[in-house]
């Protein structure tokens, strides 16, 4: 019989896809909460503005409840079908139904039930994403292996955030068809998730846990608390969050009050994430010359290079500014695949150190720091705009204009630049990586990380 097909991390390439295809419906859905949602809950339900962004402020300060009770019990829950498997069942069902309330609500709904469906969405969420990240650090332990599977799981996100832009316009909606186009993505999601879900629990093998030995939350949170390659992630990933969620945040703005052309909003973000997918192999192939966390470097170093030059444009510069999200777009790719193979390393160094396998709660540490920085650059973009008399319904004086534009441009590279110096000097390259997972694996009562190993 002939061997499967096998992608260069060693995992049958059937086994990589069905992985990384729940990504697709999640981001999706990621897109259409928050995106299309907001709007339509205030112009269809009549929500006041600030009830609506309460509302999703709950379902992120909710996250930080989940996460970390999610990826804790992730870790040590023992079951015949594996540990992350049971968390993804349970959460299924409570994604859709939150999901389906949001996007077909009663026209009655106030905003106390809004907010209850969005606590019963984000708590499905939160139980299929940790762990579905942390069985991608399971699968391969091989340093650059695990670029790769966060890159096919990464691509799947992009394209799944291609789906949700692209598929209005696809249908006919214009800009106020938000019903049907919430409807219609829900209708997309009710059926790929559970398929996508259904297919992973099927194909994917769960490796079992490496180590097992006892570990007192008291020691376990003061081992935590001195990781030192946590706290470069969590630092680097909390300052480049701020610096893409800065010019994301603004990108509307940009477009309609700078550029003049709000028209050309959704081509502009269809080829941004496009170029995501094209730069991926760019950026994995100088990962295997350099490391990954000098890959990632590089590529926030590109970004910090083309962002000014968008203080440089005015009315009816979209050509320009499509070159600049090509451009920049190109390094999306680094910034969704490097943080999560690096993690997965992490996951390697504080096994070696605690005797424990604590990948989903590592994640879930990590995710909650990506969110931290979402809500950061919001508080920081909307507030210095209002200090500098800025007006989202126009009528904006040059000053206004540029300083919208330097908080799109030139603030992000100040971010990035900080991040890029605590990436430079991350400790885990692919050499102490390999000390790392040889350590593990003499470890006590340790297993084989990955199903798929060559020499297994």
């Known amino acids: 019989m002939a061997e499967p097909s096998r992608s260069e991390t060693g995992i049958p390439l059937a086994t990589l896809v069905a992985y990384a295809l729940p990504a697709l419906p999640l981001a999706t859905l990621a897109m259409a909460v928050y995106v299309y949602l907001p709007s339509f809950l205030a112009s269809e339900l009549g929500l006041p503005l600030t009830v609506v962004g309460a509302v999703l402020l709950l379902g992120r300060l909710w996250d930080f ?23 993804i069942i349970a959460g299924l069902p409570l ?43 399971d699968l391969s332990d091989d340093y650059h292996g695990r670029s790769r599977v966060a890159g096919m799981r990464e ?33 997309v999601i009710v059926v790929a998730l559970p398929v996508s879900l259904a297919l992973l629990l099927w194909r ?8 097992w030995q006892p570990l007192s939350w008291r020691k376990g949170a003061r081992l935590l608390a001195n990781n030192r390659p946590l706290r470069a992630v969590i630092g680097a990933n909390v300052l480049n969050g701020i610096a893409n969620g800065l010019p994301a945040t603004l990108f509307l703005l940009f477009v ?14 269809l080829a941004y994430f496009a170029s ?16 990954k966390h000098r890959a990632w470097a590089a590529s926030m170093a590109w970004a910090a290079l083309i962002f000014p030059t968008a203080l440089f444009l005015g009315p009816g510069d979209e050509t320009a500014f499509l070159a600049i999200c090509v451009l920049t777009g190109l390094g999306l790719g680094a910034d969704l695949i490097f943080p999560a193979a690096i993690q997965a ?10 005797g424990r396998d604590r990948s989903s709660l590592l994640f879930a540490i990590s995710g909650m720091a990506t ?9 920081i973009a909307f507030p210095l705009l209002d200090a500098i008399g800025f007006s989202a319904k126009g009528e904006n004086d040059s000053l206004a204009l540029l300083g919208l534009a330097g908080l799109y441009g030139l603030a992000p590279v100040l971010f990035k630049l900080a991040a890029i110096r605590i990436v430079w000097r991350f400790p885990i390259d692919e050499a102490e990586q390999n000390r790392l997972r040889l350590l593990v694996l003499r470890h006590g009562q340790a297993t084989q990380v990955s199903p798929f190993r060559k020499d297994s």
């Open 95 to 137: 994604v859709l139904l939150g999901m389906w309330n949001l996007f077909s609500p009663d026209p009655d709904m106030g905003a106390i039930e809004v907010g209850l469906w969005m606590l019963v969405s984000a708590t499905g969420w939160t139980a299929i994403i940790i762990p579905l990240r942390a069985w991608g650090a």
């Open 345 to 354: 390393d992490i996951v390697d160094h504080d096994a070696a150190v605690s």
């Open 256 to 269: 309609g009050q700078v550029l003049e052309a709000p028209a050309a909003a959704g081509g502009l973000l």
């Open 204 to 211: 994917v093998p769960e490796p079992p846990r490496r180590v």
């Open 276 to 291: 995501g997918i094209v730069g991926m192999p760019i950026w994995l192939r100088l990962s295997r010359a350099i490391g």
């Open 371 to 379: 969110k931290l920085s979402l809500a950061i650059s919001i508080g």
């Open 65 to 87: 409840v989940t996460d970390p009770i999610v990826g804790q019990f992730s870790d040590s829950l023992r079951t015949p079908i594996g540990r992350r498997r049971p968390w």
């Open 155 to 187: 691509a799947t996100v992009i394209l799944g955030t291609l789906l949700a832009a692209g598929l209005p316009s696809a249908l006919g909606y214009g800009a106020d068809d938000l019903a049907a186009t919430l409807h219609d993505l829900g209708l």
